[in-house]
């Protein structure tokens, strides 16, 4: 029963988004607006009301679960950027825009209706907490080598000249990085969040998982989606490895119960559209990051039904 309320709304969002743009019903080449109302206003406002409103013991109680997340997602990071610069000779843009769609689950459109249906009280909070500590780390590091990139080329110049200083205050200034950051200092400090103000947002902020997965499902049905070894091996990096990985790191530390289900559950979440709108929005071609995008949503419908079956044996 919680699979099937889990996944079935997610992946009806999904088809919606990705027949609207097969059909012509919506521009799937022009998404701009689309971008920026998920990224720049629907998700900060969400991040924002969902941990402003947490409980401050709840958040603390969080604060393992964002090093592990941290951990699990760095290190996927890390080793899918290795990967594309070493073995698949991509460029520094390219590889860290596919580093951050493996590394990133796609918590924000999928992670939020699954975390309802299968986690409970806590789930929205482990989804903010999650998305929190990918929009405040690995956007911010990829969005610097994007552009480091793109002006040492224009520049015609050495990488290591462009100011590194720059880019990471224009990443910093994102705010879907601002957002959450102000959201947990204000449950820390213990503010109570106003209903009125909590009510006014949420009318907004309760947009973001619906808009997440159309745009995700319309962000793929324009994309080439051919199954090449890179994007293979992607796929299975992001559904396969990183749960794994996570499981073995909720071992390692010796966490249990709803903890190590939330960890385990959001770091199976398929691949992630952060990626792809990066690209997109530096005008970059996302033929990578697409169709991992898209094929590692496909294998999650396996992946994701035998974690949530599993979760509780952890």
């Known amino acids: 029963m919680n699979i099937a309320a889990g996944l079935l709304p997610v992946f009806f969002a999904l088809a919606v988004g990705f027949v609207a743009g097969k059909t012509g019903l919506i521009d799937s080449k022009h998404v701009d607006g689309f971008n920026t109302l998920v990224m720049k206003i629907a998700l900060p406002i969400a991040l924002f009301t969902i941990l402003a409103g947490a409980d401050r013991a709840d958040v603390?109680?969080?604060?393992?679960?964002?090093?592990?997340?941290?951990?699990?997602?760095?290190?996927?990071?890390?080793?899918?950027?290795?990967?594309?610069?070493?073995?698949?000779?991509?460029?520094?843009?390219?590889?860290?825009?596919?580093?951050?769609?493996?590394?990133?689950?796609?918590?924000?459109?999928?992670?939020?209706?699954?975390?309802?249906?299968?986690?409970?009280?806590?789930?929205?909070?482990?989804?903010?907490?999650?998305?929190?500590?990918?929009?405040?780390?690995?956007?911010?590091?990829?969005?610097?080598?994007?552009?480091?990139?793109?002006r040492a080329s224009a520049a015609a110049t050495p990488t290591g000249r462009v100011s590194i200083p720059s880019a990471i205050g224009r990443a910093l200034r994102s705010p879907v990085v601002i957002a959450p950051i102000v959201g947990l200092v204000w449950s820390?400090?213990?503010?109570?969040?106003?209903?009125?103000?909590?009510?006014?947002?949420?009318?907004?902020?309760?947009?973001?998982?619906?808009?997440?997965?159309?745009?995700?499902?319309?962000?793929?049905?324009?994309?080439?989606?051919?199954?090449?070894?890179?994007?293979?091996?992607?796929?299975?990096?992001?559904d396969l490895a990183r749960p794994l990985l996570a499981i073995l790191a909720v071992k390692l530390f010796g966490l249990g119960g709803p903890m190590a289900e939330e960890i385990v559950l959001l770091m199976a979440v398929p691949s992630g559209f952060f990626g792809v709108l990066l690209a997109l929005s530096h005008g970059i071609s996302p033929r990578l990051a697409g169709p991992t995008l898209f094929y590692s949503t496909l294998l999650s419908i396996g992946t994701l039904s035998a974690v949530i079956v599993l979760l509780p044996v952890l």
């Open 60 to 150: 603390l109680d969080h604060s393992a679960m964002a090093g592990v997340v941290l951990l699990v997602m760095g290190l996927t990071y890390v080793v899918t950027f290795l990967l594309q610069r070493r073995a698949y000779g991509q460029s520094a843009a390219a590889a860290s825009i596919q580093a951050l769609t493996v590394a990133f689950p796609n918590t924000a459109a999928i992670g939020l209706p699954i975390a309802d249906a299968v986690l409970g009280r806590t789930g929205g909070l482990a989804v903010a907490i999650s998305l929190a500590v990918g929009s405040i780390t690995l956007s911010p590091v990829t969005i610097v080598i994007v552009e480091r990139a793109a």
């Open 188 to 238: 820390l400090i213990g503010i109570p969040l106003p209903t009125l103000l909590d009510q006014t947002l949420t009318e907004v902020g309760g947009l973001t998982a619906g808009l997440a997965l159309v745009l995700t499902g319309l962000v793929l049905s324009g994309q080439n989606l051919k199954p090449t070894g890179n994007v293979v091996v992607s796929t299975l990096l992001g």
